[in-house]
């Protein structure tokens, strides 16, 4: 799967974000060898990976985290943590 293969709608809400977890099991259901975080503990331990290494590249350029992050970020952080990015 592509970054193109996403949801065209930026994530910008609660309900937005149902529709891309929908998505994203809806992808790992039809293809779950492209998923490399299938167990709970090693997604989980991704997402808190993806999350903290987006901080530490933002704090390298001289800018800090978003004081609210968005829901645009926790998609993406959820989406990279299952394949591995």
């Known amino acids: 799967m592509t970054d193109d293969d996403r949801p065209r709608k930026r994530v910008e ?5 149902v529709t891309w ?7 790992v ?3 779950p060898d492209a998923v490399v975080n299938l167990e709970l ?3 989980l ?6 999350l903290r290494d987006r901080v530490r590249l933002q704090r390298r350029a001289g800018r800090a ?7 645009q970020l926790v ?10 990015y």
């Open 13 to 17: 809400s609660a309900d937005d974000l």
């Open 21 to 27: 977890l929908q998505w994203l099991a809806d992808d």
């Open 29 to 31: 259901a039809a293809a």
């Open 41 to 43: 503990d090693q997604f």
């Open 45 to 50: 331990a991704a997402c808190a990976t993806q």
């Open 65 to 71: 985290g978003p004081a609210q992050p968005s829901w």
């Open 75 to 84: 998609a993406d952080v959820l989406h990279d943590a299952a394949h591995g």
